[in-house]
């Protein structure tokens, strides 16, 4: 079974804004803090933001004030907001559990150029 999957990258420009959706399995949805990560070329994945459960929310320093993370109960579904993007935010987008992570999935790819 597919528990998370993410969609919603595409290519904009510096400035722009992007929302990234991540569908996640409901029994996953219910109990754990999901996080969306990222990995841009050669570096190492980041966590950028993560949603518990009950709806509380923590950002990476270079995000805050940027991105939103929210979640929808009746869909299944945690979304990141990306607004005033920049081009060090080109990476792989992805979503996962926070704390015991699972199988990682094909990621949305986010690209920030002019």
């Known amino acids: 079974q597919v528990q998370f999957v993410e969609s919603g990258g595409g290519l904009v420009q510096p400035g722009g804004s992007l929302r990234l959706s991540c569908a996640v399995s409901g029994s996953i949805f219910r109990i754990y803090t999901i996080g969306w990560y990222r990995q841009g070329p050669g570096k190492q994945r980041e966590l950028v933001a993560d949603?518990?459960?009950?709806?509380?929310?923590n950002y990476a320093d270079s995000v805050k004030g940027r991105f939103t993370i929210s979640r929808d109960s009746t869909k299944n579904t945690v979304y990141l907001q990306m607004n005033s993007l920049k081009p060090e935010d080109t990476a792989v987008y992805y979503c996962?559990?926070?704390?015991?992570?699972?199988?990682w999935g094909q990621g949305t790819q986010v690209t920030v150029s002019s």
């Open positions: 949603i518990s459960s009950g709806g509380n929310t």
């Open positions: 996962n559990r926070k704390i015991a992570n699972m199988s």
